[in-house]
Each structure stands twice: as C-alpha cells, then as structure tokens.
C-alpha cells in the first residue's frame, strides 16, 4: 500500500518541501482553484433547491396579453360552439317527433337555464376567488376557496333533485292545459333536474382549471360530454342499435348522461392540476371562503337565474298571441347560442386574466385584456347579427318550421339580431366588475336588461302595435344597460388607480 498520502490541507506546505519555488506557486494556484470550484459547486446546488422550492410564475401575470387571451379563451369558446351545437342539434331531433314536443323542450327552457344559472354561477365565484388568491400569492386560501366551492355545489345538486320530484309538472301547469303538452314537458325536465349532479360537477372542474390558467382541459372536458350528447340523442330518441325507442325522455337521458361523461372527465384533470388539488370525496366550507364566493356568485347567479324569470314572462306574453310564437322564442335561444355561446367564452377566458392581474395591481395589462376582448366579441356579433339578417328562414328551416313558424320567425330574427353589437359591450364590462369581486353590478345590469326593460316594453310594444312589435324591446333594453354599463365603468376605474 503507498505511504505517500497526504492529506489536501498539506498540499501546500509538502510543495514547498519537496519541489522547486515555481512548482510550488503552480500547486498553490490550484489549490485556490479547487477551492473555488467546490464554492461555486456549492452554490449552484443552493440554486438549484431554491429553483425548486419557488413555484413556477403563473402564465396570467406575465404572457403578453394578446397570446395569453388567445390561449385562454379560444379553446373555451371551441368547446361553447360545441355545446351550441348540441343545444340546436338536441332541439331538432326533438322537432323530429312533432312540434308539440319542441314546445316542449322550449316551455322547460327557464328551468334548465336556472339549473345552469346556478352551476355557472357559483362556479364564476369559484374561479374569481381562486384566481384572485393565486394572483395574490396566497395558494392556501385558493385551495380553500375551491373545496368550499366544491361543498357548495353538492347543496345546490340536492336542491334542484327535490325541484325535479316535486315541482315539474306544476311547472307546465303555469302555460297550459294540454295534458300531452304537460305530460312530455313533465317527463322532459324531471329528468333533466333529478340527475343534474353532473352538471353542477362538470362546470365546477372546468371553472377551477380555468381560475389557474388552463382552458386547454375545459376544453376537453366540454367536447367529450357535448360528443356524447350529440351521438346518443338520436340513438335514445328513435331507438337505434338495439335501444328502446324514448322519444322526449330519450333527449333528456342523452342530455344527462353528457353531462356525467363531462363530470368524470373533468375529476380525471382536476386531480391533476399543479395549483388546486381538490380531494373530492373530502367535504368542508371555510366561512370566509364561502362569503367570498357567494360576493361574486350569488349576484352571477341571480343575473343567469333572471333569464329564467325573463322566459317565463315572455313566453306568457306570446302565448296569449299563438303558441307558435313560444316556439319561436324557444328556437331563438337555440340559434342565438351560436353566436352568443363565443363571446361567454372569450368572457370565461377573460375573466381569470382580469382578477389574476387585479390581485397582482397589473393594471397595464388589465386594460390591454379588457380593450381586446372588446373587439374580439364586437365582431363575433356582427357577424351573428348579419347571418340572423340574411338567411333567417335557412337557420329556422333546422326545425321543421311550418309556414306560420317560418312567417313569425323572420321577423323576430332580424329585429332580435340588431341588439347583439351591443350586448357584446355589457358582456365584456360584466366580466371585469366580476373579476374585481363586485358581481352586484352585473346583477343589476342584468336586472335592468330583463326585468326592468324588456319585460315591460315587449307587454308595451305588443299592446299597442302587436306581436311583430315585441321584438324591439330587445333593442330597447340593450341601449339601457350599455348606458347604465358605462357609467359603473367609470366609477370602477377608480379602483384600478394602484
């Protein structure tokens, strides 16, 4: 064994004993090196860990905002086109059995429209907290927030369960008297409500993905539930490969079952994601939490459920004129989905980016996201203006519209269509006063809309010039609110002075 070993503290001293001066400097030198080396070693790996410890900076604090609001909100509005594309194919497949069956699905419209009301909306108050906390830094109270969103949803679920055993058929009562009427419309919406926790599950996963900057599995979970729907629907309604023949429950169970393909779908990627993790068989509510979310849902909420309480008048107004002018209303909503179902889902894109960078006092790049949103759903409804315009009697034709349909439809198409440039202002102004935590605004802008404007003016305009008349009051209430818009706009601008 060699007894030359020496230790590397003796390096220097057994230089000099043994070798010449200049050896001795050349084995100094790299002794000094070495012990640089082994410093710099050090601190790269001290680096290292702190790399790993410091949480990736969100891509809605610092992407340049057009990229960000394209990634965010192009995959969110595909997958809506998807979801209006369902809604107008359910529609006429249902048209298919008869046209009573589509006054069917059109008189259960409010009552599905409050179910999502509620989905949507508590949910939109999920992803403006969570969003809010992450741009804030505070990941804790984010984690919080969805699990207490989580809670909240699961009592909503139980509620519209005991509305669909119960309430229902009394619901139809309200329009008519016809007991085929009532009887399919019965078995159409108890369906649609008792089975609604896929709903209320599958919009929650793809708001919590969206609040931390991911639309790219919103995306998925919506095409998969909406793919699903689409196929089943005839399958379930005519009674094809070997299935029985549902007629209107058919659409219904096609329509659930969607829904609960999107809810599982979406529990697979939501498990998955880096900045929420939602352990869902856990349930709690954090009292802060739930009073943060329900600033900004209840008043989502109420602004969505109004549109409920807005088709139930309008439908009794028309159908003190003739039932066909409630199953145009009801096709109308289908049709308009295509053009307004993009512009909600630039607005869902938007929306994140807005309370992340509130939460972050960016506001540079709040006004930069707000001013392209603005021009990005101008278009999209002019261009869904021009098609209700000029080829109203095709887009009705989807339907199986009779002559007297095709004649009351026109009309109401073209005059309904001038009020989309407008809408698309209110639409984007409403989702900075919800980024900002201050949902109440909308709420009262979609109050003044619906109930406070069009309802009065549509009874108003009928009275006095007829059914054709009724149609305006949608431009009249779209001026109103773009005012009343603009001035909260100016108040809230104030708060953006960081």
Same mark, same amino acid.
């Given at each position: &064994?060699?007894? /030359?070993?020496? $230790? ?32 710099? *070693? ?30 965010? /909100? ?11 594309? =369902? ?62 969103? =989580? ?33 399919? !419309? ?31 599995? $919103? ?43 999107? &809810? ?6 939501? *498990? ?61 909503? *289908? ?6 179902? $993009? ?6 894109? %938007? ?15 709040? &006004?930069?996201?707000?001013?392209? !949103? ?23 034709? %989807? ?32 989702? %900075? ?6 949902? =109440?605004?909308? &709420? ?7 109930? !406070?404007?069009?309802? $009065? ?33 100016? *108040? ?7």
């Amino acid at each position: &064994m060699c007894s /030359s070993y020496i $230790p590397l503290f003796n390096i220097r001293q057994y230089a000099c004993w043994t070798l010449d001066a200049d050896i001795g400097a050349c084995v100094d030198i790299i002794f000094h090196a070495g012990t640089i080396l082994l410093v710099m *070693k050090k601190d790269i790996e001290d680096r290292k860990e702190t790399i790993k410890e410091t949480p990736k900076e969100n891509k809605l604090g610092v992407m340049p905002v057009g990229k960000l609001l394209a990634s965010m /909100s192009i995959p969110t509005m595909f997958s809506m086109l998807i979801q209006a594309l =369902y809604n107008i194919v359910d529609s006429i497949f249902v048209s298919r059995l008869s046209e009573k069956a589509l006054t069917a699905v059109s008189l259960a419209f409010p009552m599905q429209n409050l179910l999502i009301a509620f989905a949507v909306g508590i949910s939109v108050g999920i992803c403006s907290v969570v969003s809010r906390r992450l741009g804030e830094k505070r990941e804790d109270e984010a984690f919080k927030a969805a699990e207490t969103g =989580y809670a909240i949803l699961l009592i909503c679920t139980v509620a519209f369960m005991l509305i669909g055993v119960f309430f229902s058929g009394p619901f139809f009562r309200i329009y008519t008297n016809d007991p085929e009427l009532i009887q399919m !419309g019965t078995s159409y919406l108890r369906i649609c409500l008792i089975v609604s926790l896929g709903c209320f599950l599958g919009v929650f996963n793809e708001k919590i993905l969206q609040a931390t900057g991911d639309t790219i599995h $919103p995306m998925i979970i919506q095409l998969c539930g909406a793919i699903f729907n689409i196929v089943f629907d005839p399958i379930l309604i005519f009674g094809y490969f070997g299935f029985p023949a549902m007629g209107i429950e058919g659409a219904a169970y096609a329509t659930v079952a969607g829904q609960f393909v999107s &809810m599982f779908v979406g529990i697979f990627y939501a *498990k998955r994601n880096q900045y929420v993790n939602i352990k869902f068989l856990r349930f709690s509510i954090d009292r802060k939490a739930a009073k943060d979310i329900l600033q900004v849902g209840l008043p989502s909420v109420v602004m969505q459920g109004i549109g409920t309480i807005m088709t139930s008048l309008m439908n009794a107004i028309l159908i003190t004129y003739e039932i066909v002018a409630t199953t145009v209303f009801g096709v109308y909503f *289908k049709l308009q989905s295509f053009v307004f179902m $993009p512009v909600f889902g630039l607005n869902s894109g %938007l929306m994140p980016i807005l309370a992340y960078n509130y939460g972050a006092k960016n506001r540079e790049r709040m &006004m930069k996201a707000i001013r392209l !949103g603005m021009i990005v759903a101008f278009a999209i409804m002019v261009l869904g203006m021009l098609a209700f315009m000029l080829i109203p009697d095709s887009l009705l034709g %989807l339907f199986e519209a009779s002559p007297r349909m095709l004649e009351v439809g026109e009309v109401a198409l073209r005059r309904i269509a001038l009020s989309f440039p407008l809408a698309a202002f209110t639409i984007i102004l409403g989702a %900075l006063f919800q980024a900002m935590g201050d949902g =109440y605004i909308s &709420m009262i802008t979609s109050l003044t809309r619906q109930i !406070g404007i069009l309802i $009065p003016s549509a009874w108003l305009l009928g009275k006095l010039f007829g059914l054709d008349a009724i149609w305006f009051s949608f431009i009249i209430a779209e001026v109103v609110v773009i005012v009343l818009s603009v001035m909260f706009f100016g *108040k809230e601008k104030k708060k953006l002075e960081f």
